[in-house]
Structure formats: structure tokens, C-alpha cells
């Protein structure tokens, strides 16, 4: 591997020092005379920072689609009233799973229902829902559990989609009330619905970032995990559209939100991804708080095809740097793109770097 100290070389060693959860003290670059904070922002796939400076925003990025789509309340990602956590404070590993199910591309030529009814249930382990997405009540809802190793749901989508965020745990192995035969077996989840029926174990779960087609017209179901070990740094998910424009100097644009790992809404991202000078596949954006105030750059690679998840037309992966222009973190996940101008999807999570 050649080690030369290029954007993507940076943006790899660092990427992966953030998931492992190691110090990546390094900074992308210098800003001795603040042109990065004061210079006008102008889209460059060959700058080091895609040409975004670290100014505030407008909240929203004054962007109708972002306010309706990914809002705090907007995106109807509702908190459950259940929040009951007997018998989790022990546990020493935190899993946290996004389901989103339904016509992820948000094609709205779709005009007919699919009905998502089901269940996740675990094996040796507990499941808690702690939010839903998008669910439009009364029509769609979760039904009272018969246990604490199941969630139930009633959900139909057209063409939009609907998910769940939830909260696993295996059974812990230190307790003389563990059986021997349990302590052997490790953590399943299997997701239950007409369309769709898997299931992931234990070692599945522990990045799992997977996109399953069900039919011809864009259904589908994603998967991202989030795994916290004790004193573990912060992490998130990421949600939001992505798709190809013309006429531009990059191939096409995603913005979405940033969500906390139990689903608490962020902030908003924006950016492009295109090709730079050199053939490299690239993309860059910018992350908000919702009043607007700079959080940080993303900057990474991107390409077609997500091996083992076929379903997926593509991944991401790479980092975020801080007002300071230093790496802070790192972000990875899939997209595909959508038939038409509603459309396109990605689904990720983002961490930060431990110091």
C-alpha cells in the first residue's frame, strides 16, 4: 500500500482509525489566514474541502426539502413513551438497530400499497423500540409486545417508507441466573414481514449496513447498526436522499440528517459527490445544528457496487473535520438512486475519534 500523504490516503488511515476507536491526532490541511472560514463558498471537487468554508448556515440551509423531509418533528421520528429498561443497565455492550422499510427511493409515481406488518424478534436477548419513522397515525403503530424479545408493528407504505429504531441487548453471561445453554448461544434478530424475512446473528449485527431489494418496484428494507462498548465514544446514524443532477461540475447531490445513536435528531447535512481531476470518486458536505450554527465538513470516496450488499448501488466512507479543519470523526455507509427526481436514498452512521 503506498502511504503518500493524498486526500484519499488521509481520509482512509484516518476512516479507519475512527472505527477503531483510536487517537488520529492529524489535520487535513492549514488555514493560517482563515481563507477557509471567510472565502465564498464555490462547489470544487479538487479543493481539499469540496470549496464549503466553516461559515454558519441559514437554518435548514433554507432548504424546503431538508425542513419537510428530515426536520426535527417533520420526519415523524417519534419517540416511544415506553422506556422501560429494567434489567438493561448492566449490560455492558449497547446495539443500536435502524429498520427502514418501504420505497426508500421515495419514488411518488408508486401508487399502490404494500403492507410491512410484522415483528423483530431476538434470540438470547432483549429489544426495546425506542423510536419510530414515519409512521402516520393511526394507520400505522406498534402493538403491545407479548415479550421483552419482540416488537410488533402494523405499517403500509406507498412511496415513501417507515422504520423503527431499536435497542438490543444480549443476555449477559455473568449472572448465576444465566443458563449455561444460553451464555453458548449468541444474540439473532430476525426481521418478519410479508414481503421480507432475515435474519442476522450476532456477528452480523456488529457493522451491519445492508440494503435488501423485495421487489421490481423499489421496495426495500435497510439495516445499520451501531455498536457502543463501555466508555465508547459518540456515535449516529445518517438518513437522507441521494441523486444525480446535470448540468453541474459533480455528478449529484445527498443531504439529510444527523441522528444520535437512540435517534435524536442532529442537525442537517448537505453536499455533492463527483469526480476530481485525478478520476477519483469523491464527496464533501457540510453538517449544521438546526439553527444553522457549523458543526463540520465530510469529506471522503465513494463508488458503485457494496459487496456482499448487492442490493445497494453503492458506498460511502470517509471522515468529518471541525471548525478547526481537524479530523474529528468518521462516516460510512451505502446509497442507491432513485428513479427520478424525488428519489434516492442513503443510510449510514458517523462516529467520533476517541483523543
Not at 10 to 32: E, K
Not at 111 to 129: A, H, I, M, Q
Amino acid at each position: 500500500m503506498n502511504r503518500n500523504r493524498t486526500f484519499a490516503s488521509i481520509a482512509l488511515l484516518c476512516a479507519l482509525a475512527a472505527w477503531a476507536v483510536v487517537g488520529c491526532d492529524q489535520s487535513t490541511g492549514t488555514d493560517t489566514s482563515n481563507d477557509v472560514a471567510t472565502r465564498t463558498q464555490s462547489i470544487n471537487l479538487n479543493d481539499t474541502y469540496g470549496g464549503y468554508n466553516t461559515a454558519n448556515e441559514k437554518p435548514g440551509f433554507a432548504d424546503p426539502f431538508l425542513l419537510h423531509n428530515y426536520g426535527a418533528e417533520a420526519n415523524n421520528m417519534v419517540a416511544l413513551a415506553d422506556s422501560d429498561t429494567t434489567g438493561e443497565s448492566h449490560m455492558r455492550v449497547h446495539r443500536y438497530l435502524l429498520v427502514t422499510w418501504g420505497n426508500l427511493n421515495a419514488d411518488s409515481t408508486i401508487n399502490f400499497s404494500t403492507d410491512w406488518s410484522g415483528s423483530l424478534c431476538v434470540e438470547n436477548g432483549l429489544v426495546r423500540p425506542l423510536r419510530t419513522v414515519r409512521f402516520e397515525y393511526p394507520q400505522d403503530y406498534l402493538t403491545r409486545p407479548a415479550s421483552r424479545n419482540c416488537v410488533q408493528w402494523v405499517s403500509h407504505t406507498q412511496p415513501d417508507f417507515d422504520g423503527i429504531l431499536l435497542a438490543l441487548h444480549r443476555v449477559p453471561c455473568d449472572s448465576l441466573a444465566t443458563p449455561d445453554s444460553l451464555c453458548a448461544t449468541p444474540l439473532s434478530v430476525t426481521f418478519k414481514t410479508g414481503p421480507l424475512t432475515v435474519t442476522f446473528n450476532q456477528n452480523d449485527l456488529r457493522d451491519l449496513h445492508k440494503v435488501i431489494q423485495v421487489d421490481a418496484a423499489g421496495n426495500a428494507v435497510a439495516f445499520n447498526t451501531i455498536v457502543l462498548e463501555p466508555h465508547a465514544c459518540r456515535h449516529g446514524f445518517l438518513a437522507g436522499q441521494w441523486k444525480d443532477v446535470s448540468g453541474q461540475k459533480y455528478a449529484g447531490i445527498f443531504r439529510g440528517e444527523w441522528m444520535t445513536e437512540n435517534g435524536v435528531h442532529a442537525g442537517f447535512l448537505r453536499g455533492v459527490y463527483g469526480q476530481n481531476r485525478r478520476g477519483t470518486n469523491v464527496f464533501f458536505a457540510k453538517w449544521i445544528n438546526d439553527d444553522g450554527t457549523f458543526h463540520g465538513i465530510m469529506k471522503g470516496t465513494y463508488g458503485a457496487g457494496a459487496g456482499a450488499n448487492a442490493d445497494a448501488d453503492g458506498w460511502f466512507n470517509g471522515v468529518w473535520v471541525s471548525r478547526e479543519l481537524r479530523i474529528a470523526g468518521g462516516v460510512r455507509g451505502v446509497w442507491g438512486k432513485g428513479p427520478n427526481d424525488d428519489g434516492g436514498f442513503f443510510r449510514g452512521v458517523w462516529g467520533t475519534l476517541c483523543r
